[in-house]
């Protein structure tokens, strides 16, 4: 109440409008691997930093240069020899924002320290995660480079387990793939992925076949050519090629150009994710969505394959397929967790609305923190709660025809707490959603209609 001291006027505005939720930022992804640099002085090691263009994360990371052999002597019949690239980040930050990627963190790995483990180096990049309150999506980049599969693997069960305990973060895994069958990598990644805290991520197989260019350059390339029947050894840059073989050196150059970047899927299914999120909603699957910069994928997948990705009766772990259809290009084919066997947290779609529904909750409601634990402050929470979750699902994040069927929002003495809960200082608010599931099965049924007379 004010205390009026003056006799006169006075205006007093009235707040009759209940507090708001802001839906926070689904798909802000976190990579981690390997830079050129990291800063001016290399101060962003392990430090996580947000970049919001290519241009952005190539000015504080750099590129990379690949190395390159050219076998010139018969120079109708060039041999380039490019050897698989050491730092994947480059190339996997043009596939994000080709596929949608906006804004993302960066977490870069120290290549040049070569006493710490390579295992070691991801823990502490994932641990530095734990206080960005930003990320809601995981992408070991160069993980699936390391040394030892082993470490790759406990490493991606480190991920996991990083989700759970920040509860609103998704982790996006790539299935190393062998030269052996697609069997043996599925059932490799299943032995060794563990079977803790799957809800939190998806897997996704085979690698994409890109159309993003090797990065070099010139005094990087190795050219062995001929000289008068003599055999000699310059780079690409060298004056000797430049200028003084001008054919030669065009050809090696469009030779090298013809020749695309085969990359792991996760870092284009994170661009995948933030354009679905910005243009659908969280709640729809990144699923039969056609992937930008992808000539196709690496292995054709069958029928029966796609079949032992998607449903696996011993483990439940379902690994996500991206195909190629005639007419259509290369889609992701699937929108299942590693949780393939709960009824709960099976889909994509479920596991992150929850976490955009729990975490813009919880920031919503903070204002209530040492208010009055009464009826009034209850009411209150229970509006703001209630508005925010009859928007999405005017917005078609939750099913039920009418609003009670879609979600229910319940506190109160009695209902949700009691009268020890008040002591303590509990408002105990309990918020129960339908979310809608992605329709994974078409299931069309024909029969005969028999001739009328």
């Not at 691997?33 to 090691?45: F, M, P």
């Not at 930003?134 to 991920?159: I, R, S």
């Amino acid at each position: 109440m004010n205390n009026f001291k003056t006799p006169g006027v006075y205006i007093v505005e009235k707040s009759v409008l209940p507090d708001s939720v802001s839906g926070v930022s689904t798909a802000i992804p976190a990579f981690i691997g390997y830079t050129e640099k990291a800063g001016v002085n290399n101060e962003l090691y392990y430090k996580p930093t947000r970049v919001t263009s290519l241009s952005d994360y190539v000015s504080r990371f750099g590129t990379t240069a690949e190395t390159i052999t050219v076998d010139a002597k018969v120079e109708q019949q060039l041999v380039i020899n490019i050897e698989e690239p050491k730092k994947l980040m480059p190339y996997g930050m043009q596939m994000f924002f080709a596929n949608g990627g906006e804004s993302c963190y960066i977490v870069a790995l120290d290549g040049t320290d070569s006493v710490t483990e390579e295992a070691a180096k991801f823990k502490a990049a994932i641990d530095a995660l734990e206080l960005e309150d930003e990320p809601t999506l995981l992408v070991l980049v160069d993980g699936v480079k390391m040394e030892k599969v082993a470490d790759y693997y406990a490493v991606c069960q480190q991920a996991l387990a990083h989700c759970n305990k920040i509860s609103n973060r998704f982790a996006i895994l790539d299935v190393i793939e062998t030269a052996e069958d697609t069997k043996t990598d599925l059932d490799d990644f299943r032995d060794k992925i563990g079977n803790q805290y799957l809800q939190y991520s998806a897997a996704y197989y085979p690698y994409l076949q890109t159309v993003v260019k090797y990065q070099y350059s010139d005094d990087a390339v190795d050219v062995v050519y001929l000289e008068n029947g003599t055999e000699k050894t310059a780079t690409l840059g060298d004056e000797a090629i430049k200028i003084e073989r001008t054919a030669l050196y065009s050809n090696i150059k469009k030779g090298i150009a013809n020749r695309n970047v085969t990359l792991p899927p996760a870092t284009a299914i994170a661009g995948l994710y933030a354009a679905v999120d910005r243009d659908r909603g969280v709640w729809k699957a990144p699923a039969n969505i056609s992937m930008n910069s992808v000539v196709g994928p690496t292995r054709k997948l069958s029928e029966e394959e796609n079949d032992y990705m998607n449903v696996h009766e011993l483990s439940g772990k379902s690994v996500n397929a991206i195909r190629s259809f005639t007419g259509k290009g290369t889609l992701v084919w699937g929108a299942r967790t590693l949780a393939g066997n709960s009824n709960e947290w099976r889909y994509v779609p479920v596991r992150r609305l929850f976490n955009f529904v729990e975490e813009s909750i919880q920031k919503a409601t903070s204002y209530a923190v040492f208010e009055p634990n009464t009826a009034m402050t209850w009411l209150k929470l229970k509006t703001t709660v209630e508005s925010f979750l009859e928007s999405i699902w005017r917005q078609g994040a939750l099913a039920g025809d009418k609003a009670e069927d879609a979600f229910f929002v319940q506190v109160g003495l009695g209902t949700t707490m009691t009268s020890q809960d008040v002591l303590e200082g509990r408002i105990i608010i309990r918020v129960g959603i339908a979310a809608v599931r992605p329709a994974e099965f078409i299931i069309i049924e024909f029969t005969h209609k028999l001739q009328q007379a």
